[in-house]
């Protein structure tokens, strides 16, 4: 027997697909799911609308739809389509479907507390949250030069996950580390494979994901001084 020289081994040894059978799958989904899609945009508004409201109810409603989310594209994105061609895709599936859990767990369940956030940061929150969510998926576009490649929140991970941070700063510090890790895991192993693929421009996808789940560790948004 001969021993294996691991160090001559890179990222790319371990991928059996390339660039091109990849962004199919954002085209595959497409495809499939159509015109259900029409759900997702839907839970976008919503999921702004209720960041404005702002309220205690609003909040559990805007969990719900985190979970609801991350749950179609664990079992849906991750274990029906990119799974059988990438292992740790499945079992990142599983792991999104855990996560909804959690969602759903502390969307009915937390003892929320009734503070407010302050209304201008509730509209700010509000609005760059949509607006989030509708322009990251023209980087999968610009990647592909396919439209029919535009990745959907709740449709696909990694724009579910990107704009599921700013939503869980809804979550008290002391907890909210506990929703945050998955991101982290999720968009360090997004951003290396991103990046062996040669599909730099998606990468900015897991970065953004990172630079939100690192900032969403320590800030909360500021509350309303005056209640009454």
């Known amino acids: 027997m001969t021993d294996t020289d691991w160090s001559s081994y890179s990222l790319s040894d371990f991928l059996m697909f390339g660039p091109e059978v990849f962004l199919r799958l954002f085209v595959r989904i497409n495809q499939d799911l159509w015109p259900w899609q029409g759900l997702a945009i839907v839970m976008m508004v919503l999921i702004a609308a209720l960041l404005v409201r702002g309220d205690t109810m609003a909040k559990r409603g805007v969990l719900l ?3 609801l989310a991350w749950m179609w594209s664990g079992a849906g994105f991750l274990m029906a389509y990119y799974g059988p061609i990438n292992t740790p895709a499945d079992w990142f599936g599983w792991a999104f479907i855990l996560q909804a ?3 759903t767990v502390a969307a009915l369940v937390w003892p929320w507390d009734g503070t407010c956030v302050a209304p201008e940061s509730r509209w700010k929150a509000g609005v760059g949250w949509f607006a989030l969510t509708a322009l990251l998926p023209l980087l999968v576009v610009g990647q ?3 439209w029919k ?3 959907l929140f709740g449709v ?3 724009l579910t996950v990107a704009a ?3 939503c869980m700063l809804l979550l008290p510090r002391r907890v909210r580390w506990l929703f945050l890790l ?3 895991l999720w968009a360090l192993f997004s951003a290396a494979t991103l990046w062996t693929l040669g599909t730099r421009l998606m990468v900015l996808l897991p970065a953004a994901t990172l630079v939100l789940t690192v900032a969403g560790f320590w800030f909360s948004p500021r509350p309303v001084q005056n209640r009454g």
């Open 164 to 166: 599921s941070i700013p």
């Open 149 to 151: 490649a535009v990745a």
């Open 182 to 184: 998955l991101p982290l």
């Open 65 to 67: 739809l985190l979970a």
């Open 101 to 103: 859990a959690l969602l």
């Open 144 to 146: 592909s030069g396919n």
């Open 156 to 158: 696909t991970p990694d």
